[in-house]
């Protein structure tokens, strides 16, 4: 068996832990090559003591300098690098097999095309890459031979119910994505206004960053999801579907022509997706515990509601449109969740704000390349910025003079 040696982008975060964890359970499959951070050098530097990487990558000069210091008084020989060019440098480099694309929002596109255009094993959980260049990621990953896996539980658990990792010609009728629905699916609804960030981001069933987690609360993570597996299985909007699933037992399903519906079952730990895509065709110990379906009297499945979920309307909306406004979608929803965790706007803000965004600007040609990608990016970051100074600027008082 051939070790695969692996470049871990994001490797501080949620996924990044986790992918780390179920290395470290199999040191005769799987070797690092490259971890990256952007800020928590504490973290990264416990990671290199245990997994001694030959490079590591962090976002600034300051953050290289200090790590630098930290691994030459623990006698670690690992060379340390910072930039986006560096990150590009390790998702391409001809010593790793596999790039795990685990950087958080659109922060991880270079390094994620970087990766496709040297023909890695992408294992992507890093949704908002593939969300906001669609097209050409999946162009890139077909014309430089490289591997495409999702990490993201309901499209892992789609690959994992395609069989062959394909829609075409296998008769699937349907890819039904599940969406837990987050922690305020009964909450009332006037309330919504008062959520804090702490409370958006307790999910019930999972663990996450703080970005993922909000999505989450706002169902603008099933948005992203559903152009996500536009792209990966090639599926055309009318054919994908979200089912609110409550428990999470269920990471998603395929119908066929014949009404066969296939679901992937398991406990909701990310481990498991990320063993299933590292080992993939293999099967490995993930660390998960087993699945105790006596324990799981109710499963419940219902529609969901548009109305109190508005980000996923807007998700939906962009899918149907043909995803050329996706770029926007995710740029809005990325500013409004950093401000809404800064306590600037309101939670139902957060949707306010991309739809302003999405009313005033135009949507992309379908044959954007890179940099109009990069662009539209910049002007929906600026505008979604313009809109929220408006939204958390002091309300005008008018004094009545007697
Ligand atoms: P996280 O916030 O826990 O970790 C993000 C990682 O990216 C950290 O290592 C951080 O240092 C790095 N990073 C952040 N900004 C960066 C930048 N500008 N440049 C370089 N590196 C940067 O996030 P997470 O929950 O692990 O999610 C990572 C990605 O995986 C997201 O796209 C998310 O949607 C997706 N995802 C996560 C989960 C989950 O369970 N956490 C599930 C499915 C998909
Ligand atoms: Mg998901």
Known sequence: MNVQRLSILGSTGSIGTSTLDVVARHPDRFRVFALTAHRQIDRLFDQCRAFLPEVVVVGDAEGAAELKQKLRAARLSTEVAYGPQALSAAASAAACDTVVAAIVGAAGLASSLAAARAGKKILLANKEALVVSGALFMRTVAEHGATLLPLDSEHNAIFQCLGT???????????????????????????????????????????????????????????????????????????????????????????????????????????????HAMAHPDRIDSGVAPLDLTRMSNLSFYAPDLARFPCLRLGLQVLRDGCRASVTLNAANEIAVDAFLREQIRFTDIARVVERTLDQLPALAATAQLDDILAADERARATAHQIIAKLSAPRAVVATIH
């Open 165 to 275: 990792g394909s829609c075409t010609g296998a008769g699937v009728e349907r890819l039904i994505l599940t969406a837990s629905g987050g922690p305020f699916l009964q909450r009332e609804l006037d309330t919504l206004d008062a959520v804090t960030p702490d409370q958006a981001c307790k999910h019930p069933n999972w663990v996450m960053g703080r970005k993922i987690s909000v999505d989450s609360a706002t169902m603008m993570n099933k948005g992203l999801e559903v152009i996500e597996a536009r792209w990966l299985f090639d599926m055309p909007a009318e054919r994908i579907e979200v089912l609110i699933h409550p428990q999470s037992v269920i990471h998603s399903m395929v119908a066929y022509a014949d009404q066969s519906v296939l679901a992937q079952l398991g406990n909701p730990d990310m481990r498991t997706p990320i063993a």
